[in-house]
């Protein structure tokens, strides 16, 4: 089934100066895409339009027919100054109408796995950004949404942070959870993803499985690698 249906016209930061242009795709339960362009490409654009913060958007983007729910783990964590990281949960929660009793066995347990047990009153602000990064995953872990919008994960978090993160998507995903995650670490990409989007200079490429990719750019053998490479050439 379905879970977004991504239809850009255009989009940009104001009317008059466009950045991403006929971005189309569709994202079923369970699927992992990649969102894959090199910098400037507007992956985040795309994000932003997804999320509705970007000022000037043409276009549809549909989760569950309307009814859907959207996790966004952003690249850089927007996280509160005064506020303690148990308090952060309590807000999380409150916000996704569920409560802390009924979720504290997960709380505990996504806290254990990211090793931030002891850190529970304590501010994030004050932590280092790949423990930040984590408080960000455990924050959108709570909220189960039908679709997983994820910027750059790989850049930050340490390798056992990486697994275990990839675990619990896993697990996602296997709940139907859909995943829309950029990243520029393309073996890694390679490996995860069921479908990539290769964005470049604000429009789709190509999209495809790694084999529909591999023959669009005539390289049956290719990496990601090679055929971002080959993209780049033109
Ligand atoms: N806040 C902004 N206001 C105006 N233009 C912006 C803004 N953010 C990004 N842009 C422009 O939009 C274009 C696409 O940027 P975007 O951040 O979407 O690229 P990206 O693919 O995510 O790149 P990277 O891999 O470097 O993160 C760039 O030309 C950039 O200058």
């Known amino acids: 089934m379905t879970v977004i249906v991504v239809d850009i016209q255009e989009g940009g930061y104001s009317s008059n100066e466009i950045i991403v242009k006929d971005i189309q795709f569709e994202i079923s339960e369970g699927e992992l895409v990649g969102l894959i362009g090199p910098n400037g490409a507007g992956k985040s654009t795309t994000i932003r339009s997804i999320i509705g913060l970007l000022p000037h958007v043409m276009g549809d983007i549909s989760i569950k027919n309307g009814k859907g729910t959207y996790s966004y783990i952003p690249e850089q964590p927007i996280l509160y100054e005064e506020l303690t990281l148990n308090e952060h949960l ?54 189960k949404p039908d679709i997983y919008i994820i910027d750059e994960p790989f850049i930050g978090l340490d390798p056992i942070a990486i697994k275990d993160f990839l675990e619990l998507i896993n ?64």
């Open 90 to 143: 309590i807000i999380a929660l409150s916000s996704y109408e569920k409560n802390m009793a009924d979720s504290q066995q997960e709380i505990d347990e996504l806290l254990k796995k990211f090793r931030l047990e002891d850190f529970i009153h304590k501010y994030p602000t004050s932590f280092s950004k790949g423990m930040q990064q984590k408080v960000m995953l455990i924050l959108s872990f709570l909220l």
């Open 171 to 234: 697990q996602e995903r296997t709940r139907g959870a859909a995943v829309l995650m950029s990243t520029h670490v393309l073996d890694s990409a390679e490996r995860i993803c069921d479908r990539f989007i290769l964005l470049n200079k604000g429009q789709i490429s190509t999209i495809g499985t790694l084999e529909q990719i591999q023959e669009q750019y005539t390289l049956p053998q290719g990496t990601l690698f090679d055929c971002f490479h080959k993209m780049m050439q033109g």
